[in-house]
């Protein structure tokens, strides 16, 4: 029997005297029970998400948020399986691709969110122009996946290959930390013009000029909007700071380079990463934007309006339902 002078993922396939875990990147094996639960948990967030979409057609948060649910799964299920044979390359390429791309997808469903909030609420109170607000909001969380998924692919390429130390390895490397940095800072300029938006409507409202908007509007007809726009309005801002979170700790993680002790240490991993992730998806699964955004609601075929008066109708006797017309055709109960 050959002796392996330096054990790598080119010549160890398998665990082995020679080809012991502790050469392997991360440097012990992942904890089974924890990556079973986050891989079930996961799961059945995506199906949930799946019955949501159905129900209430929310088409461009479900696309994001399926992708993103979907690499949660496999990047989980990698590691489970890298629990068996850490030196498993597809494995490994699987749980550095999926766990890197997984959070940016998630980040641009809330931005979805945001988005058709500002327009909910109105977009006189934004500092854009309305034309600005889908590139700003969602189109940056597009360049920052790009950006992600090239340096992702080239980094698990060459990371357990003999080119890991190689300048292909490191542009990879560096791809993958300023993605994840181009998506702090877009999450950061997201979030201070939500936090705008929310001083200057509580100032117009404050002085009693507050501008009539479809929010507004639905607000007048049920107090119940107000109540379940806000919920959803601190919920969905409680997500997007869970996916910064596990985007700051990302960036400290790639920082080191592979095999750093960052890396190294799963509880990290588990608290920083995987239940951030499980917190901002249960978010949105829980209070889905079907349930608790009207205007959400309103890119399917029913309207606000709708949506209320089938809620009501146990309660309610149809003579007693009111409908108001929107300027725009929509219809509000």
């Known amino acids: 029997m050959s002796t392996i002078e330096q054990p790598g993922y080119g010549n160890c396939h398998a665990l082995s005297d020679q080809c012991s875990v502790e050469y392997t990147i991360y440097g012990a094996l992942f904890n089974l029970p924890a990556m079973l639960f986050f891989s079930i948990l996961f799961f059945l967030i995506f199906l949930v998400q799946i019955y949501y979409f159905i129900r209430y057609r929310t088409t461009s948060f479900s696309i994001f948020i399926f992708l993103g649910s979907a690499f949660q799964i496999l990047g989980s299920v990698s590691r489970v399986a890298m629990h068996f044979n850490p030196w498993n390359m597809f494995t490994l390429s699987l749980n550095i691709c999926c766990l890197l791309w997984g959070p940016t997808f998630v980040a641009a469903a809330i931005s979805i969110c945001f988005k058709n909030m500002l327009h909910y609420a109105g977009t006189q109170y934004s500092i854009l122009r309305p034309g600005l607000i889908p590139w700003v909001f969602v189109g940056t969380d597009i360049v920052s996946i790009c950006i992600q998924g090239v340096g992702g692919i080239i980094a698990a390429v060459t990371s357990g290959s003999s080119n890991s130390g190689s300048s292909l390895s490191k542009v990879g490397e560096g791809l993958m930390i300023g993605g994840v940095c181009f998506q702090i800072a877009n999450m950061l300029v997201t979030a201070g013009i939500m936090l705008s938006v929310w001083r200057r409507y509580q100032a117009a409202k404050k002085s009693g000029d507050?501008?009539?908007?479809?929010?507004?509007?639905?607000?007048?007809?049920?107090?119940?909007?107000?109540?379940?726009f806000t919920w959803f309005a601190i919920v969905a801002a409680v997500a997007f700071l869970c996916v910064i979170i596990r985007c700051c700790y990302r960036v400290a993680e790639m920082a080191g380079g592979w095999a750093n002790q960052i890396m190294r240490n799963e509880v990290a991993f588990l608290v920083l990463d995987a239940t951030m992730m499980a917190i901002?998806?249960?978010a949105v699964t829980i209070f889905h934007p079907g349930r608790s955004s009207p205007e959400m609601r309103n890119k399917n075929k029913q309207s606000t309006g709708d949506v209320l008066a089938r809620e009501k109708s146990g309660n309610e006797s149809s003579d007693s339902e009111l409908n108001v017309v929107a300027g725009d055709g929509r219809s509000f109960v």
Do not use: G
């Not at 501008?211 to 109540?227: F, G, L, P, W």
């Open 280 to 282: 901002a998806l249960l």
């Open 210 to 228: 507050v501008a009539s908007s479809r929010y507004t509007q639905d607000k007048e007809v049920d107090s119940a909007v107000q109540k379940r």
